[in-house]
């Protein structure tokens, strides 16, 4: 029968003790409130308390802390911007009564602090000093809040601004004005280049020509040459000039149309080349020569009738037919 009764004694005693004790959790600290009046503030570890006299009022978190504040403002080139500012912050061990009883809601505080220095250092900046001035925004809200919240028990650990986001339009724009940007820089690049290979170009075409003409001219040299050891030739074995000549013109025509033949790609040119219109050329050379003697000899004749001397003229061989004319034939 005793032990009946023993075991409701020691259910109760265990509810009673555990009136007189309570746990607090690692960095956090918890206040004891006496009669409504603060007594004391318990850290970690298990703690006691005298039941319905004392009551624990509330529990702080000693742990950094971090609020994240959006603020839309205005920058000084009248473009709307939105910051996220993170602000990290704690509650000072040796001032968790001032924590908890000087603010009602010290992340509403925070906020407004952070709202007010934003929108204070913001408008004098333009967008672009926006973002690369950034960590000086950041450093003023760190200052201000610092002052304003050590007297209630807070640390501000560090502030970021972790975000800057411009209104959509300005962002298109922005991206706009940057590729257009880049595209007229590689625009003059590739003019750059175009330039150049022009350059180049007409610099090797000008060489080119410059070589193609000499080349010519010592190709004419030469053959003017030839020709006149071919005449020299020809009239040492009883050939005069004229038949010479005619001789010449025959056989490069003939080689020219050796050399059209040789050649797979050359357009359709329509040439005599019968031995009858090479005998027919010939004569043709020859008799167009001997009428010209002809009317020399009678231009001579009447000028010495009527009393006129024409001044002696050294007889010089017909020019050299030039390529053209090899081509013509």
Same mark, same amino acid.
Request: zero cysteines; hydrophobic letters at 40%; a negative charge.
């Given at each position: 029968?005793?032990?009946?009764? /023993?075991?409701?004694?020691?259910?109760?005693? *265990?509810?009673?003790?555990?009136?007189?004790?309570?746990?607090?959790?690692?960095?956090?600290?918890?206040?004891?409130?006496?009669?409504?009046?603060?007594?004391?503030?318990?850290?970690?570890? /298990?703690? *006691?308390?005298?039941?319905?006299?004392?009551?624990?009022?509330?529990?702080?978190?000693?742990?950094?802390?971090?609020? &994240?504040?959006? +603020?839309?403002?205005?920058?000084?080139?009248?473009?709307?911007? !939105?910051?996220?500012?993170?602000?990290? *912050?704690? +509650?000072?061990?040796?001032?968790?009564?001032?924590?908890?009883?000087?603010? %009602?809601?010290?992340? &509403?505080?925070?906020?407004?602090?952070?709202?007010?220095?934003?929108?204070?250092?913001?408008?004098?900046?333009?967008?672009? &000093?926006?973002?690369?001035?950034?960590?000086?925004?950041?450093?003023?809200?760190?200052?201000?809040?610092?002052?304003?919240?050590?007297?209630?028990?807070?640390?501000?650990?560090?502030?970021?601004?972790? &975000?800057?986001?411009?209104?959509?339009?300005?962002? =298109?724009?922005?991206?706009?004005?940057?590729? $257009?940007? !880049? #595209?007229?820089?590689?625009?003059?690049?590739? =003019?750059? =280049?175009?330039?150049?290979?022009?350059?180049?170009?007409? !610099?090797? %075409?000008? #060489?080119?020509?410059?070589?193609?003409?000499?080349?010519?001219?010592?190709?004419? !040299?030469? @053959?003017?040459?030839?020709? #006149?050891?071919?005449?020299?030739?020809?009239?040492?074995?009883?050939?005069?000039?004229? #038949?010479?000549?005619?001789?010449?013109? +025959?056989?490069?025509?003939?080689?020219?149309?050796?050399?059209?033949?040789?050649?797979?790609?050359?357009?359709?040119?329509? /040439?005599?080349?019968?031995?009858? =219109?090479?005998?027919?050329?010939?004569?043709?050379? @020859? $008799?167009?020569?001997?009428?010209?003697?002809?009317?020399?000899?009678?231009?001579?004749?009447?000028?010495?009738? $009527?009393?006129?001397?024409?001044?002696?003229?050294?007889?010089?061989?017909?020019?050299?037919?030039?390529?053209?004319?090899? +081509?013509? *034939?």
């Amino acid at each position: 029968m005793g032990y009946i009764l /023993l075991v409701p004694i020691l259910i109760f005693a *265990f509810f009673i003790l555990l009136m007189f004790i309570f746990i607090v959790k690692q960095q956090t600290a918890a206040v004891v409130e006496r009669l409504g009046k603060f007594h004391s503030i318990r850290n970690s570890g /298990l703690q *006691f308390k005298i039941p319905v006299i004392d009551r624990i009022a509330g529990r702080i978190n000693l742990k950094i802390q971090q609020l &994240d504040v959006i +603020v839309e403002t205005k920058t000084k080139d009248d473009v709307f911007v !939105r910051l996220k500012i993170s602000v990290q *912050f704690q +509650v000072i061990k040796d001032k968790v009564y001032d924590a908890f009883y000087k603010l %009602e809601s010290p992340h &509403d505080q925070i906020t407004s602090y952070v709202f007010d220095v934003v929108r204070a250092e913001v408008p004098k900046m333009k967008l672009d &000093d926006v973002f690369e001035r950034k960590d000086d925004i950041a450093i003023a809200v760190k200052s201000e809040l610092n002052d304003a919240m050590i007297d209630y028990g807070y640390d501000i650990i560090k502030t970021l601004v972790t &975000d800057i986001d411009p209104d959509v339009q300005v962002k =298109a724009a922005m991206n706009r004005i940057n590729a $257009a940007e !880049r #595209e007229k820089v590689a625009a003059e690049y590739e =003019a750059e =280049a175009e330039r150049i290979k022009i350059v180049a170009k007409a !610099r090797a %075409e000008a #060489e080119s020509k410059r070589l193609q003409g000499q080349g010519i001219a010592d190709q004419r !040299r030469e @053959i003017a040459r030839g020709l #006149e050891e071919s005449v020299e030739v020809l009239n040492n074995v009883g050939i005069n000039s004229q #038949e010479a000549s005619a001789l010449i013109v +025959v056989t490069q025509h003939y080689d020219t149309l050796q050399s059209i033949g040789e050649e797979t790609n050359t357009n359709l040119i329509l /040439l005599p080349n019968s031995p009858q =219109a090479g005998s027919d050329m010939l004569n043709n050379m @020859i $008799a167009s020569f001997v009428a010209s003697n002809q009317i020399g000899e009678e231009m001579k004749k009447q000028n010495k009738a $009527a009393g006129l001397t024409p001044p002696k003229k050294k007889r010089t061989p017909p020019p050299p037919p030039s390529e053209d004319n090899d +081509v013509n *034939f």
